[in-house]
């Protein structure tokens, strides 16, 4: 069979299994092998399948993922989202998506300290949505929300993408870390602006008749996850700053301060301060239970681990199965084919970089985001700099897209995280995106036209 | 078959528990020393390695019996009950294929690394082929649980960890 | 093409799975190498090299090629030394002065010792080169010309037998992957480096360590190149020979001079780096009184790590490498890249 032809049967196949439900890891791994039988045989694809698995999972930087949704998982159940949550919406009651806007700043906040969307995303989601739903916002937004915001984790530094990046180019680490914090603020604030104008439309005053299934879905969200903390300030939302329990706003920048003084005082590195935020999170939980005995606590200790282990197992199957899957387009030289029918097209060089990148949104919508970088730069980064563009802005861009990628059906695999997390459904979440990617487009777009925004901080440290 | 299944998940989840609590213990370890005595504790990044792959292959079956992998609902739910059932049977059935494959194909694997004692070089020679066969035993697990679930389909049961208690039927949506 | 089947008319290509990056010299090596056999082979041997990490990781190309996902894996042994006991041997300090003479010693041991015939055997894999990845360059804050200046810093290098060498001077060792280093530097996790000259300017560290040393401990690590078992066996005996022609020149001296010729716009990118401080090399006399605080401990402990991962008569091995490099020191020298470098900062 032709390779072209094997290429369609498998998206085709992978559709179709994602259709009938199988879960999507295992349909990744299984329309990958099949197209790696079909092309090489099948003892190249189970050779595939014997050394993928242990290669995406035997690598240090990668413990980042499990401690990252450990930390969010113990600052939760410490209750500090919820005291959190419960001074901001008091505090941005008058602002039209006040909340909404918390998240997103919260989710940069947090970027500063991940490396990792994925963290980010486990992080907040496990944080921020059930009080979201609490305030009214409706569990598709939110949900989209957090998986959207969670790209900034790539985009400002620190940040494992742009190092790769870097290291697989020859750009300097330094100008492509610097690189990412201009594109990321102006994400955010797009993000933000967009909820503070769909806020009044879409959010219900809570307790309100617009919000028929509120309480059931909070209940659905908690209960799914073990979460029994979240009844305290549902019914009513307290009139006086002073009644309310300040010590989770605390904690949290305790929390903030740590890690990222961490970091940035080089106690730890970026990976290690997963970890040490896991750490200091736990103790926080022991002080919030420390008086209600020792059977209370094991339970909320052993219920966070064993959240976090279904939750790490379920993120990293996905990687495994995609990872299968790229090796498949990979031995079908799919990119190299695409590479080269956009190059002989004969565009202009603006048109033919504008699509290259634009091809990179089909590939994130089945791959997971650093198959995709290894996959695509050393086909895009010689033909773009021969071209005379800057290598920086061509990182950031191609860092933009597959992001985008993180966030879309059928592989999205930030919305798993977040629906992983919080118990939202999939499907919902798929659908809020929908706004936020067109959002994002424009974002890249104006970053396409305007190389200074990306460029300029990079300069002064260059 | 369940019982069984519910039997070999739940202390692996237990034991992929441990292993999330020996990465956080580990690295924080590795971080005090390393800012006390100015140097890393040999073996650790090895050590913290293998707890990942362990965390990730002992939680599978765990993740599965708790439902938290995840699926799309593309069309089962637009289905009759019974249509959704047949093509659900068919995923897991499939599911059974791949994952049976990835049991037969990770266990040569890790028998490979046993006999050549496979080893990663770093401050000390940490083997690798218990690693290896957490790959092997994870799979199985959930191929297991997979093998539950196309029997519970052909009987008319939910799902293993299925929060709705009624296969074939995803939530319905209730936004407007 | 997998497994060197043949197309229509004749030809045969031949699927590679690399570690090299573009534009870095043991990529130039490597394209060398397929650009030989070519021509020479008048095209009916041809080689798709995909885009590096792609098919297979780094860590994994050996296993590729062995098991045939690649006919041909280019990358380095010491990711998975339990596969390559026979080039760990590089590793030891002060053993190996010369890229050349390690490329032809390392390429005569590997074929003539019985033991070393055993493991390619084992592995399924015929080699076809190994070339070092450069002399061992120190990177550090402050200038280091002697063990006393390495004592009470923390070091990241990698490989067994440097991190004990580096304990030898009162230095310690921190645990770092080679992505994580920039950062881990930047941030003081470690304070300084062992790396070829490629860690200065791929992994970009001369942005943030100003001074860089030649200690005199030689070169440490290779990149291989093998090809698999069956796809060797499974080429004509002309086509066979074509192969093994061009890794002859390649052993010989072709391929340390691709190499240099690679490496030397890498010596202007360091000297020409703005935060740049001193590129040097040790004395003598520093570089003797360190070799002698690590003795022969080493060489006994990479006897014992060898013959453990099933190179059988390991100091056999050690002697016969060691001698071939001897006769090849005399041989025509190439001028090692670093070398020459760091001729150029003392001469500026
Ligand atoms: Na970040
Ligand atoms: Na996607």
């Known amino acids: 069979m032709d390779p072209n032809t094997i290429v369609l049967l498998v998206v085709v196949l992978l559709v179709a299994l994602l259709a009938i439900r199988m879960p999507v890891a295992l349909a990744l791994a299984l329309a990958g092998a099949t197209g790696l039988a079909l092309l090489q045989g099948t003892d190249f694809a189970t050779n595939m399948l014997a050394t993928e698995p242990f290669a995406q999972t035997n690598e240090f930087t990668l413990t980042i993922i499990p401690m990252f949704i450990l930390m969010g998982v113990f600052a939760v159940r410490a209750r500090i989202a919820e005291q959190v949550y419960a001074v901001a919406s008091h505090l941005l009651r008058r602002l039209p998506g006040g909340l909404g806007v918390a998240t997103v700043m919260a989710c940069a906040g947090f970027a500063a300290v991940s490396g990792s969307s994925i963290g980010t995303a486990a992080t907040m989601s496990r944080l921020s949505i059930t009080e979201m739903r609490r305030a009214g916002y409706p569990e598709s937004i939110a949900g989209a929300l957090v998986a959207v915001a969670g790209t900034l984790g790539v985009l400002i530094p620190p940040s494992v993408f742009l190092v790769l990046y870097a290291i697989m180019t020859g750009e300097s680490v330094a100008a492509m870390l610097a690189a990412g914090i201009v594109p990321g603020i102006i994400s955010a604030l797009a993000y933000a602006t967009f909820i503070m104008a769909v806020a009044p439309k879409l959010v219900a005053k809570p307790g309100s008749a617009d919000a028929p299934n509120l309480d059931s879905a909070v209940e659905a969200a908690a209960g799914g996850t073990g979460s029994e903390s979240t009844r305290v300030t549902a019914t009513a939302t307290p009139t006086k700053l002073r009644d309310l329990e300040m010590r989770g706003l605390v904690r949290v920048a305790l929390l903030f301060f740590i890690v990222l003084g961490g970091i940035y005082s080089g106690f730890f590195t970026p990976t290690e301060s997963a970890a040490m935020g896991a750490l200091v999170a736990a103790v926080m939980l022991i002080l919030e239970f420390r008086r209600q005995g020792f059977a209370t606590l094991y339970e909320k200790f052993t219920g966070a681990l064993k959240e976090t282990a279904g939750t790490t197992s379920m993120v990293f199957a996905i990687v495994v199965g995609s990872a299968i899957l790229s090796k498949f387009f990979v031995t079908a030289r799919l990119p190299q084919t695409a590479t080269s029918s956009i190059s002989a097209l004969d565009f202009s060089p603006h048109l033919t970089i504008a699509l290259l990148l634009l091809m990179l949104v089909p590939l994130g919508m089945a791959l997971e985001s650093i198959s995709i970088l290894v996959i695509s730069v050393p086909l895009l980064y010689p033909i773009a700099t021969s071209m005379g563009f800057d290598g920086v802005w061509l990182g950031i861009l191609i860092v933009k897209l597959i992001e985008i990628g993180m966030v879309t059906p059928p592989v999205g695999i930030n919305c798993y995280v977040v629906a992983g997390t919080s118990g939202v459904n999939v499907e919902r979440i798929f659908r809020g995106v929908a706004p936020f990617v067109a959002i994002e487009l424009a974002v890249v777009a104006v970053l396409f036209a305007f190389p200074e925004l990306i460029l300029w901080l990079p300069s002064l440290v260059r | ?176 | ?348």
């Not at chain 3, 200038?143 to 810093?153: L, P, T």
């Not at chain 3, 990241?156 to 080679?178: D, F, K």
């Not at chain 3, 099933?310 to 001698?323: N, P, W």
């Open chain 3, 1 to 348: 093409a997998c497994g060197g089947g043949a197309d229509d008319d004749g030809s045969t290509e031949l699927t590679v799975a690399t570690a090299a990056q573009p534009d870095t010299p043991s990529n130039q090596v490597m394209q060398w190498y397929f650009n030989q056999v070519e021509e020479r082979s008048n095209g009916q041997l041809t080689f798709d090299v995909l885009p590096p990490d792609s098919l297979c990781e780094a860590d994994e190309v050996a296993e590729c090629t062995q098991d045939g996902r690649a006919d041909v894996g280019v990358s380095i042994p010491d990711y998975t030394p339990q596969m390559f006991p026979t080039d760990t041997v590089v590793s030891i300090p002060f053993t190996a002065d010369n890229a050349h003479a390690v490329t032809q010693a390392l390429d005569k041991a590997n074929t003539e010792h019985e033991g070393a015939q055993q493991v390619w055997e084992q592995n399924g894999l015929v080699p076809v080169s190994h070339w070092p990845v450069g002399r061992l360059m120190l990177g550090s804050p402050e200038e280091v010309d002697s063990m006393a200046d390495m004592q009470g810093q923390r070091w990241r290098v990698s490989g067994p037998y440097l991190q004990s060498a580096v304990e030898e001077t009162g230095g310690s060792n921190v645990a770092l992957t080679a992505p994580e280093t920039y950062e881990g530097i930047e941030r003081g996790v470690a304070d300084a480096v062992g790396f070829a000259i490629d860690g200065a300017i791929d992994y970009k560290l001369m942005e943030l360590l100003p001074y860089w040393t030649d200690p005199g401990t030689g070169h440490y690590s290779t990149f291989g190149m093998w090809m698999n078992q069956s796809t060797y066996d499974g080429l004509p005996e002309d086509m066979q020979e074509v192969v093994d022609n061009a890794a002859e020149d390649l052993n010989t001296g072709d391929g340390v001079e691709q190499f240099a010729e690679g490496a030397a716009g890498q010596c202007d990118t360091l000297l020409e780096g703005e935060e740049i401080e001193g590129v040097d090399r040790w004395s003598e006399e520093a570089t003797q009184e360190w070799e002698d605080a690590v003795g022969d401990d080493l060489s006994e402990q990479w006897t014992s790590d060898a013959e453990d991962a099933g190179l059988e008569d390991a100091s056999g091995y050690l002697d016969m490498y060691t001698s071939a490099l001897e006769e090849s020191e005399d041989a025509e020298l190439i001028e090692d890249p670093v070398v020459q470098c760091i001729d150029r900062a003392e001469d500026e």
């Open chain 2, 1 to 176: 078959m369940d019982r069984i299944a519910r039997a070999i998940a739940a202390p692996l989840g237990i034991l992929a528990s441990i292993s999330t609590i020996v990465m956080m213990l580990g690295i924080s370890a590795d971080v005090a020393y390393r800012n006390i005595a100015g140097e890393s504790i040999a073996g650790v990044l090895e050590l913290t390695e293998s707890a990942l792959v362990a965390t990730v292959f002992f939680g599978l079956a765990y993740a599965g019996t708790s439902g938290t992998h995840i699926a799309v609902d593309l069309l089962t739910s637009r289905l009759p009950e019974k249509a959704a059932r047949g093509l659900m049977l068919l995923a897991w059935v499939l599911g059974c294929v791949i994952l049976g494959w990835l049991v037969y194909a990770s266990f040569g694997q890790a028998v490979d690394s046993f006999e050549r004692n496979e080893l990663r070089m770093g401050l000390v020679s940490w083997p690798l082929w218990p690693a290896r066969w957490f790959v092997v035993v994870g799979f199985a697990a959930l191929l297991l649980v997979a093998m539950v679930n196309v029997a519970r389909l052909l009987t008319g049961r939910p799902l293993m960890g299925d929060p709705n208690g009624e296969a074939g039927s995803g939530d319905a949506p209730t936004e407007s």
